[in-house]
């Protein structure tokens, strides 16, 4: 089981967008504590993978690393850290892919908050 985590920006932007569906919203992001390899895979950068989550017309994106979700077994995807940092529609798409993709590699994780 991966432990699964919303960055707050991205949290603030969920309650505004959905409303009284961000508990819906909510529990198909967790969702992937169960079923980590769920998701589209768009990118990688220095291992890190980027995979999106579809939501009605929406987009999540996610980083998780690779080794660990590619290599380790059930049991040990306890220590898999499966970060949401942005969320987009079909317009904003690769625009968002991009950022997202810039600012791992000039930052690095910690350039989410």
Not at 4 to 17: G, P, T
Not at 26 to 55: A, C, F, M, R, W
Not at 82 to 98: E, H, L, N, P
């Amino acid at each position: 089981m991966a432990k699964v985590e919303i960055v707050r920006s991205l949290f603030v932007e969920i309650n505004k967008k959905f409303k009284q569906k961000t508990v819906e919203v909510l529990e198909q992001i967790k969702s992937l504590e169960d079923n980590p390899h769920k998701g589209k895979l768009l990118g990688t950068v220095g291992g890190i993978l980027i995979k999106e989550l579809k939501y009605e017309g929406f987009r999540f994106y996610f980083v998780v690393d690779g080794y660990r979700l590619r290599c380790y077994s059930e049991a040990e995807l306890i220590t898999l850290l499966i970060r949401f940092v942005r969320m987009s529609d079909k317009k904003q798409q690769q625009q968002t892919i991009g950022e997202i993709k810039y600012i791992l590699q000039i930052i690095g994780l910690s350039g989410f908050s």
